[in-house]
């Protein structure tokens, strides 16, 4: 009984290696976040001119 109540590392996942989900969403997050820092540069660069 005592095997099942180990706590499971990081090794035993895959080698310590990020969740998929967790790798798809800061992806995700990344080109949402580009996205809206250019549209802010092009909302000021046109109200600029």
């Known amino acids: ?3 099942k109540s ?7 996942r895959g ?4 969740p998929k989900g967790l790798v798809l969403r800061l992806f995700a ?3 949402a976040g580009h996205l809206f820092a250019g549209f802010l540069y092009l909302l ?3 109200g600029a001119k």
């Open 29 to 31: 997050y990344l080109i």
């Open 1 to 3: 009984m005592s095997e």
């Open 44 to 46: 000021f660069a046109m």
């Open 6 to 12: 180990a706590p499971v590392t990081g090794e035993e």
């Open 15 to 18: 080698e310590g290696k990020f």
